[in-house]
């Protein structure tokens, strides 16, 4: 169904991230500051956690180190992230023409939609879109370290793998576009037991295999697309960082995964 607004707002500030804007810029900035900074080569797509900033803002502050002095080189970013919040049959775009987060609104890439919205098992749905954290928690982080950049965001739901990989081979084509997967590992296991079960799933990722499943991470769907794209599959991965929600304050019982890779 198409949005009757022409901008989508802020679903979880002041819940998973600040809802103020100073607030928020100097808690992202912070997070990059105290991030460590492996010597990779530029990163060509990062897959990234997507909980409160509080549990993972850490973790992802390692991915998106890595996009520090390259805002004159990226100019587009396609977003894809897992459907958390309504069911969804293959994979949707918005209908709006911007997302606003604290830090100001980033437009989105209407010719990349329009081509979206060409492929097979693409359509344009806003509910998808209108609570779902994991792609918006995202948007902070890339204001703070790209600046200025056009959006395609798009919610992975029940669809095959070669779906995902035919889209991402469709419109990852520039070498100003970066490619973001948000997703976080296992979910509700003990802490020695999710560890176990995220480093073993970490290393899948690592091999290239796309096979995961959403017990092994809730954005499966699109590791997996990235993971069988043409593209994705001939680059170097590269593990980044890793921790659960035990490591960050969370109850150790039930703790949720949280990884993070650079793929160059």
């Known amino acids: 169904m198409s ?7 802020p679903a979880v500030a002041g819940t998973f991230y600040p809802a103020d804007a100073p607030a928020l810029r100097r808690e992202v900035e912070q997070l990059l500051s105290r991030a460590a900074t492996p010597a990779l080569p530029t990163p060509q797509a990062l897959i ?5 900033y509080i549990y993972s803002g850490a973790t992802a502050a390692v991915a998106y180190r890595q996009l520090e002095g390259l805002a004159d080189r990226i100019h587009r970013v396609i977003l894809l992230g897992p459907a958390h919040r309504v069911y969804l049959e293959g994979m949707a775009v918005p209908g709006v023409s911007r997302f606003v987060t604290p830090l100001g609104p980033v437009a989105l890439d209407q010719p990349a939609t329009a081509r979206a919205l060409e492929l097979p098992g693409v359509s344009r749905d806003d509910e998808a879109h209108r609570q779902e954290h994991a792609l918006e928690v995202q948007l902070p982080f890339l204001q703070c370290t790209l600046g200025d950049f056009s959006l395609l965001p798009i919610v992975v ?13 469709n419109l990852w084509t520039e070498p100003d576009v970066l490619l973001v997967v948000s997703s976080d590992l296992s979910h509700f296991q003990h802490y020695d037991r999710a560890k176990k079960h995220d ?8 091999d290239g295999e796309h ?14 697309g990235l993971l ?5 599959s001939g680059l170097q991965r590269h ?8 490591d960050s304050g969370g109850d150790r019982q039930r703790v949720v995964g949280y990884g993070a890779f650079s793929l160059c």
């Not at 949005?3 to 707002?9: E, F, K, L």
């Not at 480093?199 to 690592?206: A, F, G, Y």
């Open 199 to 206: 480093l073993d799933s970490c290393h899948r990722i690592l």
């Open 211 to 224: 096979d995961l499943k959403g017990s092994d991470a809730c954005g499966a769907g699109p590791i997996n």
């Open 48 to 52: 990234v956690p997507h909980a409160g």
């Open 157 to 169: 739901g029940q669809c095959p793998v070669a779906a995902v990989a035919t889209l991402i081979d």
């Open 239 to 246: 593990f980044l960082d890793y921790c659960n929600s035990g």
């Open 228 to 232: 069988a794209s043409a593209r994705g």
């Open 3 to 9: 949005g009757q607004t022409s901008v989508r707002p």
